[in-house]
């Protein structure tokens, strides 16, 4: 099936790989270069290297963007990077490892499918050899934005449908911050021998756009939206969906302006979410934590950061020792391509633990943690310095000594 995009480029970098050492609370950091703009959507863990896995754009056209992968060393150190050139792909939104060894990578395609862009899944083996690939859509605009995998074999193929023709009323309006036209979820089940079991959009008249998503035990998975409502402020949503993709249960959490970018399923269905939020009575973006039990409702929530910071985080894990880290960025409003990278640690109860903030003289965007066996911790990601391409970030931060 279109054998002749079944190219796997194995690439010497020709950029820069630059290491800088000595920065306070970050071991290192290292920024990969490839052909054009990088965009890293997430980390895969294999057997002893990490793959960063993203989107390369090499002019403004968008059938000139690929998936990228920057196979790395968990000292930092770049094997190889590899480029897939399949034609009509753009770029990797997410991807994900299976314990049998295959590859899904998840983004979007305009080359294929129906009307406008669609869904395309592609999955490979470890050497890249095309194993099967779906693309999924319908009429309007659907693009990925997470690849869960199920409870039962399944997948969920989570992400956004949007509609050109439906202009967001007050998208002008300044401060506002989601998409110039109506959006919503858009969800696929996809059956463990590859069969559409079924796709949905949950289009309302709010302006939703789905974040992250996880499984839940009985075959469902949770939605973390933000709703983008002008002239009120912006509320994170969380959705249960049910196996069969109706909507169980919708939870709004509105205190101030709210945004999730980030979800983490804990034992028992209780639900960590990462995002930001600006209190009503305050213009500083602050960072957010807040857990929710598997009803729905909130146990608690916490905000950090400086008075004269913008903060906000983006991804979170679960640690051995069973605390919580999230990443992010942290950056003052007059001061461009000035971001730092920013961690917070919370214990179950949302009590703060440590946090750490490491400048990268980037503007950069978080998109996965990992822990080591050592207890070091790797940020992943992008960043750009000013008219300069965006390249692939990886830091590795170490957490404070205990006392």
């Not at 391509?337 to 919370?346: A, G």
Request: with cysteine.
């Amino acid at each position: 099936m279109r054998d002749q995009r079944r190219i796997l480029a194995l690439t010497v970098l020709l950029g820069l790989c630059v290491s800088l050492a000595g920065l306070a609370n970050a071991g290192w950091i290292h920024w990969y270069d490839h052909e054009g703009e990088v965009r890293v959507g997430t980390v895969l863990m294999m057997e002893d290297e990490l793959w960063l896995v993203g989107t390369s754009i090499t002019s403004q056209d968008p059938l000139d963007e690929g998936i990228v992968v920057f196979r790395v060393q968990p000292d930092g150190t770049l094997n190889y990077a590899m480029s897939y050139d399949w034609d009509g792909v753009q770029g990797a939104a997410d991807a994900v490892i299976t314990a049998e060894d295959r590859i899904f990578f998840a983004g979007r395609t305009d080359t294929y499918g129906a009307v406008g862009s669609d869904m395309y899944v592609l999955q490979t083996d470890l050497s890249g050899q095309t194993l099967s690939e779906w693309v999924i859509g319908d009429m309007l605009e659907e693009s990925v934005t997470r690849i869960v995998l199920g409870s039962q074999g399944d997948y969920f193929i989570v992400g956004n449908q949007m509609n050109p023709s439906f202009v967001v009323a007050g998208a002008e309006t300044p401060g506002y911050a989601g998409p110039e036209f109506n959006t919503s979820p858009y969800v696929a089940r996809i059956a463990a021998d590859g069969t559409t079991v079924w796709k949905k959009d949950y289009a309302t008249l709010s302006n939703r756009v789905v974040f992250d998503a996880v499984p839940t035990s009985t075959g469902g998975c949770f939605l973390l939206c933000t709703v983008y409502d002008v002239p009120n402020a912006d509320a994170i949503q969380l959705n249960r969906l049910t196996d069969t993709g109706g909507t169980m249960w919708q939870r709004n959490f509105a205190e101030g302006s709210s945004e999730g970018y980030a979800l983490h399923g804990l034992d028992g269905g209780w639900l960590l979410i990462a995002g930001s939020r600006t209190p009503a009575d305050s213009a500083s973006l602050q960072a957010l934590l807040m857990m929710v039990s598997a009803t729905g409702s909130e146990v608690w929530s916490r905000t950090f950061g400086e008075p004269d910071q913008f903060s906000s985080l983006h991804t979170v894990i679960e640690t051995r020792d069973g605390l919580f880290v999230a990443a992010g960025k942290q950056y003052a409003e007059d001061a461009e391509y000035q971001d730092s990278v920013y961690l917070v640690c919370v214990d179950m109860n949302g009590e703060l633990q440590w946090e750490q903030t490491v400048p990268t003289g980037m503007h950069v965007a978080v998109e996965a943690l990992v822990e080591l066996p050592d207890g070091g911790l790797l940020v992943a990601g992008s960043g750009a310095a000013a008219e300069d391409p965006s390249r692939a970030m990886l830091m590795r931060v170490d957490p404070p000594a205990e006392d």
